[in-house]
T-cell receptor, first 117, second 112 residues
Framework: GAVVSQHPSRVICKSGTSVKIECRSLDFQATTMFWYRQFPKQSLMLMATSNEGSKATYEQGVEKDKFLINHASLTLSTLTVTSAHPEDSSFYIC?????????????FGNGTRLTVT | GDSVTQMEGPVTLSEEAFLTINCTYTATGYPSLFWYVQYPGEGLQLLLKATKADDKGSNKGFEATYRKETTSFHLEKGSVQVSDSAVYFCALRSYNFNKFYFGSGTKLNVKP
């Protein structure tokens, strides 16, 4: 089945540094990828919709200058957490939908656990 | 805007018990509805889906029926197993904008 690879799975960084998370669709093309943040009580919040070749669409309340999203190709989207702070510590999950299937479901990466010290 | 509300967990059941996890949604137009499952230490996986009213999605003994009149998509299983212990997320894909929205997740613990 379709696979989405997310890297790294865990990262620890110091406050003030930037961290890049990659999301790759391995055996299908994804015009659109989604980035989510999973909070400790298990809620999954949509942060932004990443569109290949154009600017990402951010959900209300998500800082676009803080969470930079680049979707450079049909198989790769990146999320960069800039000037990270401890409150950015969370679990980030990407997902992608096969561009071919009009009604196809999402395929998820395994997530990235970010800890900012 | 579109949103999903599902029952809070955790839900603790004995093996072979009946399971219901409630999910209701708010959406414009005609969304598609999904249940995703996250097993311990793993990523999210699609469990089942329904794309129009009165459709029933089913997989691995789980079922959910798309009820437009009650804007619900409750997950059910007649006899749960210990291996069903996981976090279950209800989700919708909006009709107009092709975005996905998730409920807060319900953790299911099944005891032998």
């Amino acid at each position: 089945g379709a696979v989405v690879s997310q890297h790294p799975s865990r990262v620890i960084c110091k406050s003030g540094t930037s961290v890049k998370i990659e999301c790759r669709s391995l055996d299908f093309q994804a015009t659109t990828m989604f980035w989510y943040r999973q909070f400790p009580k298990q809620s999954l919040m949509l942060m932004a919709t990443s569109n290949e070749g154009s600017k990402a669409t951010y959900e209300q309340g998500v800082e676009k200058d803080k969470f930079l999203i680049n979707h450079a190709s049909l198989t790769l989207s990146t999320l960069t957490v800039t000037s990270a702070h401890p409150e950015d510590s969370s679990f980030y999950i990407c997902s992608a939908r096969d561009s071919v299937g009009g009604n196809s479901p999402l395929h998820f990466g395994n997530g990235t656990r970010l800890t900012v010290t | 805007g579109d949103s999903v509300t599902q029952m809070e967990g955790p839900v603790t059941l004995s093996e072979e018990a009946f399971l219901t996890i409630n999910c209701t949604y708010t959406a414009t137009g005609y969304p598609s509805l999904f249940w995703y499952v996250q097993y311990p230490g793993e990523g999210l996986q699609l469990l089942l889906k329904a794309t129009k009213a009165d459709d029933k999605g089913s997989n691995k003994g789980f079922e959910a029926t798309y009820r437009k009149e009650t804007t619900s998509f409750h997950l059910e299983k007649g006899s749960v197993q210990v291996s069903d212990s996981a976090v279950y997320f209800c989700a919708l894909r909006s009709y107009n904008f092709n975005k996905f929205y998730f409920g807060s997740g319900t953790k299911l613990n099944v005891k032998p």
